[in-house]
């Protein structure tokens, strides 16, 4: 749990890809599994809430799409390259193995070669967990200016599931759930900027944040070692989405009653509520667990499915967008990711 006094987020800012992927769409895909199972159709959307999500245009790598919305949020603040001390490139995706992504990302946006750059990688919780470190090295006094980028490209996850659902004739309706929370996925980019606080300057003011863990569930949610999430690769994932909700929850309940604790909140503080978007079970879930009103929350897996780690801050970047937040509101992120992980920010708009 850490108090910050020095910090604010400058902004948000998120890239939509154009191609639309509903769900229906999908099970017609699926029709040769649908066909030999006798899978009901409809199922995807009823089951999740999910309507559609969006990919990329083949082609299209993480770096391009992070430093798409970085650049987009630099324009949007009136920051300069060169005020950038920090860059983390936070995505499941990436380019390749090595060098960091974020190295790509730093020269497509120009900024100075005394820069530090490196990525963060925690499943969905990427995102959360670079605000968590520029945050840190801002109160330290380290870096005036910090970057978060990320650029989910879930197109190979859901080509390659669909592709190995209809091939594997040994699947059963039993069997088959382990594939569904790929179908859920869904791609976008997403930047944050932080800085130090300056009353003169404004800002909205990072007061605080948490984080709780529960590794002995880290076989809930488990990719394959294929390689980054390019056109190339051939990912797969397997998820006990059932039981993945219920100890997510669990470990998320836990961070809730640090974030209380260090940022002095209740249940009622927040006037916005952002999350990691998952699907309208795990959203009940998590509400009724945490004990927080569902009115005061924005949710975007209806129209852009999960996202990955781009899922909160895209969230964060919309709500912006649609003025969901005046200055003076109290604003709570949170975020899980498999592992389990889960962290919070708090907020001050």
């Known amino acids: 749990m850490i108090q910050y006094q020095k910090v604010c987020l400058a902004g948000f800012a998120c890239e939509l890809p154009e191609n639309r992927v509903s769900s229906q769409e999908i099970e017609q895909r699926l029709s040769p599994l649908y066909e030999r199972l006798h899978l009901p159709e409809g199922r995807l959307e009823l089951m999740t809430g999910i309507q559609e999500r969006r990919f990329w245009k083949p082609g299209t790598s993480p770096s391009t799409v992070s430093a798409r919305a970085a650049a987009k949020l630099l324009r949007n603040t009136g920051t300069q390259p060169e005020q950038i001390g920090c860059l983390v490139h936070c995505s499941v995706s990436k380019d390749f193995v090595e060098p960091a992504t974020s190295t790509v990302v730093q020269r497509e946006l120009g900024l100075s070669k005394d820069c530090i750059n490196f990525d963060i990688s925690n499943a969905c919780l990427g995102m959360v967990s670079g605000i968590m470190v520029l945050a840190n090295m801002i109160e330290l006094g380290q870096i005036n200016c910090g970057l978060a980028v990320c650029g989910e490209n879930a197109g190979p996850l859901l080509e390659n599931?669909?592709?190995?659902?209809?091939?594997?004739?040994?699947?059963?309706?039993?069997?088959?759930?382990?594939?569904?929370?790929?179908?859920?996925?869904?791609?976008?980019?997403?930047?944050?900027?932080?800085?130090?606080?300056?009353?003169?300057?404004?800002?909205?003011?990072l007061l605080a944040?948490?984080?709780?863990?529960?590794?002995?569930?880290?076989?809930?949610?488990?990719?394959?070692?294929?390689?980054?999430?390019?056109?190339?690769?051939?990912?797969?994932?397997?998820?006990?989405?059932?039981?993945?909700?219920?100890?997510?929850?669990?470990?998320?309940?836990?961070?809730?009653?640090?974030?209380?604790?260090?940022?002095?909140?209740?249940?009622?503080?927040?006037?916005?509520?952002?999350?990691?978007?998952?699907?309208?079970?795990?959203?009940?879930?998590?509400?009724?667990?945490?004990?927080?009103?569902?009115?005061?929350?924005?949710?975007?897996?209806?129209?852009?499915?999960?996202c990955g780690s781009a899922s909160l801050p895209v969230t964060c970047a919309l709500a912006v967008e649609e003025k969901r937040l005046q200055p003076g509101q109290n604003l709570v992120m949170l975020g899980i990711g498999s592992g389990i992980n889960a962290a919070g920010l708090a907020v001050q708009w």
């Open 161 to 205: 599931t669909i592709k190995t659902l209809n091939a594997d004739l040994s699947l059963t309706r039993q069997t088959v759930k382990s594939q569904f929370a790929s179908l859920t996925i869904g791609s976008s980019a997403a930047a944050v900027l932080l800085r130090r606080y300056s009353p003169n300057q404004g800002g909205h003011r």
């Open 209 to 306: 944040c948490a984080s709780h863990s529960d590794c002995s569930s880290n076989h809930l949610c488990q990719g394959d070692a294929s390689g980054g999430m390019t056109d190339l690769s051939a990912p797969l994932m397997e998820t006990d989405s059932q039981e993945l909700l219920q100890q997510g929850v669990k470990v998320a309940a836990g961070m809730w009653h640090k974030l209380k604790k260090v940022a002095g909140w209740t249940e009622e503080t927040p006037d916005l509520i952002c999350s990691h978007q998952v699907g309208k079970f795990h959203r009940k879930l998590l509400y009724k667990t945490l004990h927080l009103p569902l009115e005061k929350d924005f949710s975007t897996f209806p129209f852009l499915g999960n």
